[in-house]
DNA sequence: TAGTGGTCTAGACCACAGG
DNA sequence: CTGTGGTCTAGACCACTAG
């Protein structure tokens, strides 16, 4: 385990517990190296992860802040957000299950060609999957992932976890994801499987995922039932 | 300027410029080191930033590499996505103009107190406003803010800019926003303003933001028609 | 003025990729 | 093996806050 990794863990362990309390100063970088022998910039580097997470706020001068956030708890998603969207709602897995509507191998249209950097004829995977919690669907996922770059997918590997047969049975690294995120009317399949009435809107969060090597796997459309959850983040100001 | 950071740009720009083309291995940590006369950690730090926004993926013992991003046109929001989302839209600010809705003075209620930081007896500015691109509205936003940390708020402010205000006139210091995003149902005050259809679905932005000593001095929920644009952003996983 | 965080350096060791 | 990026150190200087 990284070093500074480690310590913001344990720092970000003591603000949840209120050794450090709110809006309380923490100790300086220099007590926080001592106390783990380390040195100050390890120590920096975990604090900048936290104020990242929007937990620490850090004044030149005169310290380092414990934030005030309120909504803290509506942040616990940190670190697996890749998971689709279920980890917004709640560490509650087990409630969660799969159901596959659809599993065929296509070739690209143009537009998944250059998303994906594929030649016409390098085939995809076409994906939907239905997803549900405590047997109530919130869920409907569109994907498309090149056979060439994610081989081996199975109706098996589907109702487990496509992320674990990546990691684990290919050995590849998710490295990053880009996303858009829009408010949309209900189409067809929504109105099917999500069981939404017409006026009912509906989250669509556009995404593309990319291994560690910078490789596109992945395009993928979930669209969320509007009273199921939406999805929390947080920003660092640029000066 | 840091120099980190303008080293970042430099990269950037010729990233962007295509003189590190798309997929192609830039100079080694040590090489840029060398030619901006700094340390190997300096780059590193500017690297990592250009990581996070998408550009660049790097590889233990290989390299770094520009990230074939087809999307990256939709990335230039970054920076500016705290002077509301208006820089979704692109870079056409001339042609965004500000219609002042609502601008009073109230007392918080719970929830406001809780998440602003407030005491009952403490007022705050509600401020309704609608933003339109050439005329047309496509966001409705209500805000609220303690006048104790945000005071002189004017009707000449609200149309110009709330931002300057708060960073050039009292010269404080935005630090971090946290937002959680929904769709919804269209309200009356859409309807009336977004001009939205009962059927037609609504992306809320509920937004808190924070001064960068940690003070949280605004709450909003800003509206936008579905059709107007959406929220764009990258995320690196953590392993 | 003393103490704090922000930034930077020069050098080191490690893990990993590729020949 | 060599070269790459990932991490860390010890020490330095600066900008800012607060007394």
Redesign the pocket.
Known sequence: ???????SRIIEKRIRDHIYPPLS?????????EE?????????????SL?AKGLLV???????FVKSNPLINEMNFSGDSYLGLTATMGTEKGRISSEVIKFEIEFPNLRLQKTLLLEKSQPVYHIIRLRKLDNEPFQLEHTFMPIEVIPGITMEVLEHSIYSHIQDTLGLKIGSSFRIVKAVKPDDFDKNYLLCQSDDPVLEVEQVVYLDNGIPFEYSRSRHRYDKGGIVFNNQIER
Chains 1, 2 share one sequence.
Request: charged share 25%; proline share 3%.
């Open positions: 385990m990284i070093q500074h990794k480690k310590i100063k923490i100790p300086t970088q220099n007590e926080l190296a783990f022998h380390t040195s100050r910039v390890t120590i920096k580097k975990a604090i900048d104020i850090s004044n030149r001068g005169s310290g380092t």
